[in-house]
T-cell receptor
Framework: DTGVSQNPRHKITKRGQNVTFRCDPI?????LYWYRQTLGQGPEFLTY????????KSRLLSDRFSAERPKGSFSTLEIQRTEQGDSAMYLC?????????????FGPGTRLLVL | AQRVTQPEKLLSVFKGAPVELKCNYS??????LFWYVQYSRQRLQLLLR??SRESIKGFTADLNKGETSFHLKKPFAQEEDSAMYYC???????????FGDGTTLTVKP
């Protein structure tokens, strides 16, 4: 296990198309997060799961965005009817919550460009 | 609402000089504060967290609740410290983190 992995690493799509990204967390990590990062800004929280349950979604998250973690392992993030404003780096992170807290481990990200 | 401010987008120091990266936050509860670092062509990784009160790679950060600050300090900067640094805040064990917009540190030889 070499850490959190994300696929694809890059995605170019045309406006209006649907895209799906995958995140494979570190084994045994019970939490999985999705963030979005645009140029010059820090990561912005989108949503997170504890096991298979989606516990929180950002109020800024459009209805075009949906995420799943069906078996509490890998997760997918789908964007429907993409817009140019969706162009960003999409980051996934996983963590194991223990009594002393949690440390989020980030993946390399998926860079999306919507033309 | 949670908010993290890193007032300096860019910071440049010479090797061996002290460095301080500023972070201010606003949060009504009891936050957990973190510093993350991203080296060139690498993924974002945790540098340190305030509850650990430890020094990592010579860096330390003290949570000042009165000033709502969590500045990152190192007495003698090294060239390998050149990277992007993000300050982040979260509720303890409550999930999401709120990140600042980052400071790019350049350590010149």
């Amino acid at each position: 296990d070499t850490g959190v992995s994300q696929n694809p690493r890059h995605k170019i799509t045309k406006r209006g198309q649907n895209v799906t990204f995958r995140c494979d967390p570190i084994s045994e990590h019970n939490r999985l997060y999705w963030y979005r990062q645009t140029l010059g800004q820090g990561p912005e929280f989108l949503t997170y799961f504890q096991n298979e349950a989606q516990l929180e979604k950002s109020r800024l998250l459009s209805d075009r965005f949906s995420a799943e973690r069906p078996k509490g392992s890998f997760s997918t993030l789908e964007i429907q009817r993409t817009e140019q404003g969706d162009s960003a780096m999409y980051l996934c992170a996983s963590s194991l919550v223990v009594l002393t807290g949690e440390t989020q481990y980030f993946g390399p990200g998926t860079r999306l460009l919507v033309l | 609402a949670q908010r993290v401010t890193q007032p300096e987008k860019l910071l440049s120091v010479f090797k061996g000089a002290p460095v301080e990266l500023k972070c201010n936050y606003s949060y009504s509860g009891s936050p957990e504060l973190f510093w993350y670092v991203q080296y060139s062509r690498q993924r974002l990784q945790l540098l340190l967290r305030h509850i650990s009160r430890e020094s990592i790679k010579g860096f330390t950060a003290d949570l000042n609740k009165g000033e709502t600050s969590f500045h990152l300090k190192k007495p003698f900067a090294q060239e390998e410290d050149s990277a992007m640094y993000y300050c982040a805040l979260s509720e303890t064990n409550a999930g999401k983190s709120t990140f600042g917009d980052g400071t790019t540190l350049t350590v010149k030889p």
